[in-house]
């Protein structure tokens, strides 16, 4: 009876502490995020300008394997990565950064006809754009950085027009993962306007 009488008082211990633990603690709950393309106002000062209107081919665009992960990863060091199990992206981040930078592209040469790879059917393209991307992470509170190297090729002679690399700093306005992912969006943006006055210069 005493056996049973101490087994009954360390369960109802066990029970009582994890109900405590449970009423006094707060659950943490995931954020998602998503990349954003530039604004409209950057479309409407394009309006203005000539009629471009060419066919664009994107990608394949490459992201490094340590990123492309549903956690937003982050630097904490020169060589150590921090994975966020609270913070993460809300889809896939190639494809995220494959359809911001497309439409990107889209708003700066006042064209719909962007397609991303693999694009199929009957399609006009005169250049195809590849960017290969080193780096896209960066600590919080300080720069996002965005390494990436790209070029652009003629879609029917299959020849190098271009090929160049950036390197982007963008800095963060606060210590969160927010503001991580808006530093990161403005990042692309920068990238986009490389690429599109690239694609203007050999457009005219």
């Not at 449970?22 to 000062?45: I, N, V, W």
């Not at 005169?126 to 896209?136: A, I």
Request: net charge positive.
């Amino acid at each position: 009876m005493k056996g049973l009488l101490s087994k009954g008082i360390i369960f109802l211990s066990l029970t009582t502490g994890l109900l405590l633990a449970g009423g006094c603690g707060t659950s943490q709950y995931a954020k998602f995020y998503t990349l954003s393309p530039l604004e409209d106002k950057d479309a409407e000062r394009n309006v203005k300008t000539a009629q471009y209107d060419i066919g664009i081919g994107i990608g394949p665009i490459k992201l490094p394997e340590q990123l492309d992960r549903p956690q937003i990863v982050t630097r904490t060091s020169r060589n150590e990565l921090k994975l966020s199990e609270f913070n993460r992206w809300a889809g896939s981040l190639v494809d995220d950064f494959s359809n911001v930078f497309a439409e990107n592209l889209s708003i700066l040469l006042n064209t719909d006809r962007i397609f991303i790879f693999p694009w199929r059917g009957p399609v006009s393209v005169k250049y195809r754009v590849d960017v290969e991307v080193s780096r896209f992470d960066g600590a919080l509170g300080e720069d996002a950085v965005l390494n990436a190297r790209w070029m652009i090729l003629g879609v029917n002679s299959h020849k190098m027009l271009v090929m160049k690399r950036s390197n982007i700093k963008e800095p963060t306005s606060a210590n969160t993962y927010a503001a991580m992912v808006a530093a990161q969006s403005r990042a692309i943006g920068r990238l986009s306007r490389e690429i599109a006055k690239a694609i203007k210069a050999l457009s005219e």
